[in-house]
T-cell receptor, first 111, second 118 residues
């Protein structure tokens, strides 16, 4: 099965609410990264969190990492219609030269 | 502005035909990657290259080929051996860190090429 699995697969909320997406993985990582993809476009990097970090913030984004549970979460606060997109976690495995992507969470923000 | 350019945006392939997808970057990045994305799915790695004239197979390399003759360019050929080529193809690059390869560096993506079969 996938190294990175995301939950939920789809999330629909009202504008102004907070959105939380989760990512679980199986093997030891060097870092975990979150990306956003608008429909029909490439991925845009959001946040990178290293294995020795527990939390990082960037604007309205907050990422946590729990290496004991092999999981991460992405919180988007005060959501906006422009946040509608798919969000992917990607893990940089220790000793590997590549990222492994999850299947993504499709987020819809309703006005 | 620096970035990654993928062309064409849409591409059609006839049965038995090879097609080549272009990926060019002016970010002076060392490493480049090709991914395949199927509808509603995540990205799967096809090939990657850390330096010029060197590349490695990813998880789904069968039916694909690449070259890395210049630092800026990493074209992907979808050969007739790839029986199900219809997908969205994404190219990415990153700057190699001082220590290690991809360590703690984000990838930068192009806007993709959508390949369909006629």
């Amino acid at each position: 099965s996938q190294q990175g699995e995301e939950d939920p697969q789809a999330l629909s909320i009202q504008e102004g609410e907070n959105a939380t997406m989760n990512c679980s993985y199986k093997t030891s990582i060097n870092n975990l990264q979150w990306y956003r993809q608008n429909s029909g476009r490439g991925l845009v990097h959001l946040i990178l969190i290293r294995s020795n970090e527990r939390e990082k913030h960037s604007g309205r984004l907050r990422v946590t990492l729990d290496t004991s549970k092999k999981s991460s979460s992405l919180l988007i606060t005060a959501s906006r219609a422009a946040d509608t997109a798919s969000y992917f976690c990607a893990t940089a495995l220790q000793g590997a030269q590549k990222l492994v992507f999850g299947q993504g969470t499709r987020l819809t923000i309703n006005p | 502005d620096g970035g990654i350019t993928q062309s064409p945006k849409y591409l059609f392939r006839k049965e038995g035909q090879n097609v080549t997808l272009s990926c060019e970057q002016n970010l002076n990045h060392d490493a480049m990657y090709w991914y395949r994305q199927d509808p509603g799915q995540g990205l799967r790695l096809i090939y990657y290259s850390q330096i010029v004239n060197d590349f490695q197979k990813g998880d789904i390399a069968e039916g694909y080929s690449v070259s890395r003759e210049k630092k800026e360019s990493f074209p992907l050929t979808v050969t007739s051996a790839q029986k199900n080529p219809t997908a969205f193809y994404l190219c990415a690059s990153l700057k190699v860190g001082v220590v290690g390869f991809h360590i703690n560096q984000p990838q930068h993506f192009g806007d993709g090429t959508r390949l369909s079969i006629l």
